[in-house]
């Protein structure tokens, strides 16, 4: 059987409606993943995520390892067993963090020794231990150990970069424990176009079971991460799962998906859940602001989640203003169902041959509000 | 029909069964219930408080008058509307609050000037103001407007103070808005037996639904709380159900069912909880020690609660370390279901006549743990 399935493509774009298989399960592309940094997405448990109409989520390798470590989540069987989630995991390798959040004391063509940002430790991580240690949490979908270069960055950093990250995930491929997890190339290469084809040609020959874009969405103009990938996308195989790593708003995800992208990621509708900023049809809401303290409509009257059925804005206000824990995670319930619905609808659409009047319609109310 | 029956008593000790009947439902009885100070259960939702065998829970008058106010939970149609629990709720007067946590600026025979804990601005609660906003917030079971003095407290203090409570629950009967809400008075004299005796005489003379103790589990000895229930409530009418508020432990608790108690209500279930303590079978248990950092074991072997069945103790411990809120949530639900499945276990052996032989062996295993 494929690990991808392409089902249906957009007349008018490059957007695709696809199957992924994983070891625990079947995700639905274009596919939205909730951020699981600490072995759980925020505030929320699986029976949620499962209700929110999440059909994957992603864990962070640098977090767990550190914290509580790999050896009892692979005592525990494994990840999923751990935190209690039976569907599909996908990991990252940790460069992003190592590179973002620590000291790092020495690269080398093995890897990085850095301090830890919990307690100081000296700990070294590279393409060998980014594949143990996702082999031992045993994700359905692992990725290739990276440097995930900041923005801006200088072309000759960049190509340097590019050149070690590209070593590190021939490496990875060779130092795979088990098959079946699948195992996702990134290319890297910030916003340089021929870095950006240079590097998918080369991961294209390695061989992987999907493609990243990662260096993207690091704060770099909008137009421009859509041009990087507009330009290189179509050099990834078309049946392969494409991935763009930590975008986006939802504006962002359907232009990706238009430039034909499967998979996101991204901690803003759960981040923003937690700073009191809901996510609606009609775009983003603040829930704290005074002029919802009678407000007793829902959230967004046409959410049919369960926080949008059960209360209203002036309550949900009242719990952030209560410093109630409940309000954190009602809000993040909702902007989670707000996304992985948006999903849903993106894939009825392509499927439908409607995706440019779905993009279209949706985006002209959602910027209703924000945009008057 | 009888607001409250009693179903079985045990020939033992004075341990009873009955069914108390609300506007929103039945209460069996022995009850806990849970504290919803703000609205809210801390960490749950309503959902939640059902499936861990909530019946009731308690709303707290003080608090939700100033913040969010009566006015919108009125317009919202009342408490259980505004937070979506649609089974019975008992409301406090606020008198503890007024007098416990803010600076009193008078107090009269209409009620108490203070000044708000939330932001300094002054407000006037008496037996009129607490019927009134209880009224608002549309609770099944009202409370009078009581002062509950400290413990220790002189006798010529809390003789006083008597004469006013009392006055106060007279007014509150007079004042009272809607007889479809059910109001309890409550006996106050701190540990002075024949102020209890005094106090019940006079309340049980106006003639109320239901009747509490206040004034006790604020600081006394177990064995004078006991022995001041024990000299008084057989003076309460045996078809009224009799609450005991703010306690306790849960061998506070089998000992107060056994001196005749219906009703329990406290936060220490929910409140150790965030502080990582465990309630189980055998014992309290400090989640966060590194002696459970390997327990691949549930909080307690023999609980059937959704957080045993789906996750161990390492996992729990590892969200508390990791400040994830999803910690404070799993164990305050398994301390609730515990809690109120010991509730269960009690009406279950008090009807089978075996309420005795209960206790005994629940206590020897509990305390097997916490007493080595």
Redesign the interface.
């Known amino acids: 059987m494929s690990i991808f399935v392409v089902t249906a493509t957009d007349k008018d774009s490059k957007a695709r409606v696809g199957r992924l298989a994983t070891a625990h399960g079947v995700v639905n592309t274009p596919a939205f993943m909730p951020v699981g940094t600490?072995?759980?997405v925020?505030?929320?448990?699986?029976r949620d995520l499962r209700e929110a109409g999440a059909e994957i989520i992603l864990g962070n390798t640098y977090?767990l390892s550190l914290?509580?470590g790999t050896?009892?989540i692979r005592?525990?069987g494994g990840l999923h067993r751990?935190?209690?989630w039976d569907g599909p995991i996908l990991t990252d390798s940790g460069g992003y963090q190592v590179f973002s959040m620590t000291e790092i004391r020495k690269v080398t063509e093995l890897g990085v020794m850095f301090q830890s940002h919990i307690d100081g430790s000296k700990r070294f991580l590279g393409p060998k231990e980014a594949m143990q240690i996702q082999a031992d949490l045993g994700s359905d979908i692992m990725m290739c150990f990276d440097e995930c270069v900041p923005y801006p960055c200088e072309y000759d950093y960049a190509c340097n970069s590019l050149a070690l990250t590209l070593q590190w995930e021939k490496f990875c491929k060779e130092y795979r424990v088990n098959t079946s997890q699948l195992l996702f190339g990134i290319t890297q290469g910030s916003v340089f176009k021929d870095l950006r084809r240079r590097s998918i040609g080369s991961l294209v020959e390695i061989g992987f079971d999907g493609y990243a874009f990662g260096g993207l969405s690091v704060g770099e103009p909008e137009e421009v991460m859509y041009d990087v990938i507009g330009d290189s996308v179509d050099l990834f195989p078309a049946d392969r799962p494409r991935y763009l790593m930590g975008c986006g708003t939802p504006e962002n995800i359907l232009n990706c998906v238009e430039l034909g992208i499967d998979m996101f990621d991204c901690v803003m509708p759960t981040r923003n859940a937690r700073n009191g900023t809901a996510f609606t049809s009609v775009g983003k809401i603040p829930i704290k602001n005074g002029e919802f303290?009678?407000d007793?409509s829902p959230l967004d009257p046409v959410c049919s989640c369960d926080t949008c059925r059960?209360?209203?804005r002036?309550?949900i206000?009242?719990?952030f203003?209560?410093n109630?824990?409940?309000g954190?995670?009602?809000l993040s319930y909702h902007n989670l169902y707000f996304y992985l619905g948006m999903m849903k609808n993106i894939r009825s659409a392509v499927a439908g041959g409607t995706f440019r009047e779905f993009k279209r319609d949706f985006l002209k109310v959602y910027n209703g509000n924000n945009q008057p």
Chains 1, 2 share one sequence.
């Open positions: 600490q072995g759980t925020k505030t929320l448990s699986p977090h914290r509580p050896e009892i005592a525990a751990f935190m209690g303290k009678n007793l059960q209360y209203s002036a309550y206000r009242h719990l203003n209560a109630e824990i409940l954190l995670r009602l």
